[in-house]
């Protein structure tokens, strides 16, 4: 693999919606990862349709809250993952206390995996796919519940 590739690589990730690259061939191993900047904006649970919204880079990922529950949704199109590898534990399972930023699941789009991140701290009420099962864009994932 030459130069040009790898920085073509890397145009193609700050262009996306991805957080992380993973490329693996007989001679060279790269992962490219996008640190996260979050900004979100939160509307009173009160409002029965609020939405909080989180801009992580250049990527939008939404989350409907209603009452204490946020629900986190597929930023993307592709198949949803609970853990990193197959066999491995899941990064989340329901009853798991979650902080803001902690990965609660992978999307694989194209080969390449993008990492869903939790918008708030709480507890996982609910999880709304099985391993492998393909996510469109604005499904619901994860129920993320008020910590008590």
């Known amino acids: 693999m030459d130069i040009k590739a790898i920085q073509e690589m890397i145009a193609a990730v700050e262009a996306s919606s991805l957080s992380r690259l993973h490329y693996e061939d007989k001679t060279v191993k790269i992962t490219l990862e996008k640190s ?3 900004v979100s904006a939160v509307l ?16 939008e990922q939404e989350q409907t809250a209603s009452s204490d529950n946020t629900i986190v949704t597929a930023p993307i199109v592709g198949s949803v993952y609970r853990a990193r590898e197959p066999g491995q534990k899941p990064l989340v399972s329901v009853g798991d206390t979650v902080q803001k930023g902690d990965a ?25 796919f099985t391993d492998g099962e393909l996510a469109e864009y604005g499904k619901p994932l994860i129920t993320i519940g008020a910590q008590p």
Request: charged content about 20%; glycine content about 4%; aromatic content about 2%.
């Open 104 to 128: 609660l699941c992978l999307i694989e789009a194209m080969k390449l995996f993008s990492e869903v991140t939790s918008p708030c701290g709480g507890i996982i009420n609910e999880i709304h």
């Open 36 to 38: 996260p900047d979050p």
């Open 44 to 59: 009173p649970p009160a409002q029965t349709a609020a939405k909080t919204v989180q801009r992580p880079a250049e990527r």
